[in-house]
């Protein structure tokens, strides 16, 4: 349900061209709480690059004080200007007024936020800049604390459309009150197809290079090591399991990485776990999987489970969050409830007597991906989107139109 939206969005128009009311290219901000590697950062960058190819001005913020991230140097290559407009420690309303002001002296249109922390201070400066204001919902964000609940209410009061990326993630605002319903919007992540696909000289040069032999059979997993990851359940499930002719490859590095490899070492599995940590050629490395698992307790709609798709290849996951939106169980994937370890091992071990089966899940698996989660049609609804918010008030894209 690529650039789904509530009724009454109207449909995508392609590139910069003159829009509603003759709008032209838009200066458009991306707000992130960091220039860190993550799923929600790759969807700005995919956007921003994107938008910034078809003409559009688009520039990337960080509110994580200086040194920046490693993002910050790929959204430079893509022609995207970057600014660091670092938060204090705690709670910090300056940083409102000193993101408002540069949002003024770049001229923005519209600003984009991503997480709940970009919300709360890039949604107001938006407004005080008379900019307008999207804001993407990229996971269920559980609260438990009143007030912080109250306050995401109030700060969701600036933006003039809130975006979720799958319909269970919509649900969640639902329940939780995040929005006035009325500017809530659909729009499922999409990713660079063309990037995946399994290639038979990247396998095997990526398995040489990891140590694992060409006929092993490999369960990988590629994330942020953190706790909703869950990570440790993939290593116990699969710990009386691997030997030298099956592997378990995790790649991704975080707050998680020391209690991993405890759970390694105490299932006595250290030859047989590969851990690579964070890297930037995960379209390669997927190709040495042979299924991809992603046993997290919390989930949007990942990045990572499209990408494994797209490669082809079966996917087991937790029936958490937009996964139950993306994965049809029995024929694009296998579901399993979260946490629940004897259910993981038991899929996992399914596909390994049965690769027949795996196989035909993954080709399925890539046909979906091509056919729903493209990068092109994510990027068309977000550009229908903004310029409907553009052409629809008075005072909105003020800089492009008395320029």
């Known amino acids: 349900m690529d650039g789904a939206a509530t009724p009454g969005a109207p449909p995508a128009p392609s590139g910069a061209g003159p829009g509603p009311r003759g709008l032209g290219p838009i200066r458009i901000a991306h707000v992130l709480p960091a220039f860190k590697i993550g799923g929600q950062e790759r969807v700005a960058l995919d956007l921003a690059r994107t938008h910034r190819a078809q003409g559009h001005h688009v520039l990337a913020y960080s509110i994580d004080p200086l040194p920046e991230g490693v993002l910050g140097a790929a959204f430079r290559a893509a022609g995207v200007e970057t600014r660091t407009v670092g938060k204090g420690p705690r709670v910090d309303p300056t ?22 922390m970009a919300l709360t201070y890039g949604a107001p400066a938006g407004k005080l800049a008379g900019a307008a204001v999207v804001h993407t919902k990229h996971g269920e964000n559980p609260e438990r604390h009143s007030r912080r609940i109250l306050l995401r209410r109030a700060i969701s009061a600036f933006a003039d459309a809130f975006v979720a990326v799958s319909p269970q993630t919509a649900e969640a ?15 499922e992540n999409g990713i660079d197809v063309t990037r995946f696909g399994m290639d038979a000289v990247a396998r095997a040069a990526a398995r040489r290079e990891l140590g694992i032999p060409e006929d092993a059979w490999v369960v990988g997993t590629v994330g942020r090591l953190a706790p909703e990851k869950n990570q440790v359940l993939l290593v116990r499930a699969l710990a009386g399991l691997l030997g030298e002719r099956v592997r ?5 590095d975080g707050p998680e990485a020391a209690a991993l490899d405890r759970a390694v070492a105490e299932a006595g599995a250290r030859p047989w776990v590969h851990l690579p940590g964070a890297r930037d050629d995960v379209a390669r490395l997927l190709c040495a999987f042979d299924v991809f698992a992603l046993p997290s307790l919390s989930e949007g709609l990942p990045l990572v489970i499209v990408e494994a798709m797209a490669t082809g290849l079966p ?6 969050g ?10 694009t994937g296998c579901l399993v409830p979260p946490g629940d370890e004897a259910a993981l091992r038991a899929r996992l071990v399914t596909l390994a007597g049965d690769r027949d089966q795996a196989r035909a899940l993954g080709e399925r698996a890539r046909q979906v991906a091509l056919e729903r989660h493209s990068l092109a049609s994510m990027a068309e609804a977000y550009l229908a ?7 629809g008030a008075p005072g909105r894209g003020r800089w492009r139109r008395s320029a």
């Open 248 to 252: 378990l490859l995790i790649v991704g």
């Open 315 to 320: 996917v087991v996951a937790s029936a958490v």
């Open 95 to 116: 940083l409102v007024l000193r993101l408002a002001a540069s949002f003024a002296r770049e001229r923005i249109d519209l600003v984009h936020t991503h997480n709940p």
């Open 385 to 391: 989107l903004y310029r409907q918010l553009l052409a």
């Open 322 to 331: 937009g996964i139950p939106d993306v994965i049809v169980e029995g024929r």
């Open 173 to 187: 605002a639902r329940t939780t009150r995040d929005v006035d319903l009325r500017k809530l919007r659909v729009i």
